[in-house]
């Protein structure tokens, strides 16, 4: 089913959809957002512009988490960390390019002036430098799920045990980073940033080039997903998915696959979280939360885990809903989630994107019974 899925996603009419959805991002948003004035019907303002390219950062994640859970039966509830740890080293960057423009007209960020730092930490030197920062953006969160993942995996932890172990580290770390002492903002976390590269980053031009960086990244990594699954490791991860004690038997050993798609997938979260913090403008210890993670979960199980491009769908849907509802009825939202998950779980086994084959299956027996 899965591979049929994928196989049907990349045919033809998928590389088209796929085309049309490159060109509306990267031409068409670009255009009704710069070129079209703001007194046009249709003008696309900068709020859309932000909310897409933040579920788009979303199903980059999403992505991320359908590679280890739907393709390889590894349950993370944790991932959610490794999105933060890209965001806080991207705005540790975008703190120190603020530079004296801060309230306190220092060369330290404003939240260390305030909590009376005398100076940087070691930690936060070279973060002045876009290309220490891309390193730390891959390195950090890779070798964090690399040390991670070879212990747990070595010791053959999977399950439910392994998701309760990712969400107690994602727990522990939103603790630390929310002490005021470890110099990472505290509760309050990055904001108000000034620039990017020498650039304005609230600039409307500013923004469209995130974009449609985000949203290249995107399709680059649904393409790098298509090649692993689709690949002999693919092969082997769905076989460790679906039996690993036979894989086992088989002579393969799936200590370094599942370490090789865990790292490579915390490393795609880090990166959509650097994506994730210009374009919102804040990052704070609540992107660590263990409800956040359980949120990721479920945009990959309404979307349809092992599918790729059903993920997608899942953190679009979820996201575009919470948008709408936590205006309208924000004190429901967790509970309509909750609901949601259930439906899914009990009537949608396959999500979304499997919804029209279950649909012709069942009426296809009824037609076949009368």
Not at 303 to 318: E, N
């Amino acid at each position: 089913m899965n591979k049929t899925i994928v196989e049907r996603l990349f045919g033809p009419r998928g590389w088209t959809l796929l085309g049309i959805f490159a060109a509306i991002m990267m031409v068409l948003v670009p255009i009704l957002n710069l070129a079209v004035p703001e007194g046009s019907a249709f003008h696309l303002s900068t709020y859309w512009v932000s909310l897409i390219a933040k579920i788009m950062c979303y199903a980059i994640v999403a992505l991320a988490m359908d590679l280890v859970w739907g393709y390889t039966g590894i349950l993370s509830l944790g991932h959610g960390l490794f999105f933060a740890l890209g965001g806080y080293a991207m705005g540790m960057y975008l703190m120190r390019a603020i530079g004296r423009d801060g309230n306190y007209k220092s060369d330290l960020p404003d939240f260390m002036v305030f909590l009376n730092w005398k100076e940087l930490p070691w930690y936060w030197h070279g973060t002045d430098s876009f290309l220490y920062t891309l390193l730390l953006i891959l390195v950090v969160p890779g070798l964090i799920a690399f040390i991670f993942g070879f212990f747990a995996f070595r010791s053959r932890i999977k399950g439910v045990y392994f998701s309760i172990i990712t969400q107690a580290m994602t727990f522990a770390a939103m603790l630390l980073f929310f002490r005021n002492e470890t110099g990472f903002g505290g509760n309050n976390g990055f904001t108000d940033f000034k620039r990017i590269l020498g650039f304005h980053i609230a600039s409307p031009e500013t923004r469209i080039v995130m974009f449609a960086l985000t949203a290249l990244l995107l399709i680059g990594f649904l393409l790098l997903g298509r090649y692993i699954v689709t690949s002999k490791l693919g092969r082997v991860l769905a076989a460790i998915r679906d039996a690993e004690s036979r894989t086992m038997f088989s002579g393969y050993n799936p200590l370094p696959y599942k370490l090789f798609i865990w790292t490579v997938s915390a490393v795609i979260c880090g990166i959509a979280g650097a994506l994730f913090v210009p374009q919102v403008g804040i990052i704070n210890p609540g992107e660590m939360s263990p409800a956040n993670s359980i949120e990721i979960a479920i945009w990959v199980a309404v979307g349809g885990r092992g599918t790729l491009v059903g993920p997608l769908l899942g953190a679009g849907l979820i996201n575009g809903v919470k948008s709408w509802f936590t205006v309208a009825f924000p004190e429901y939202w967790l509970y309509f989630l909750g609901l949601i998950f259930v439906l899914v779980t009990l009537y949608m086994p396959k999500g979304v994107i499997g919804l029209s084959a279950q649909l012709k299956s069942r009426f296809g027996k009824r037609e076949g019974s009368a």
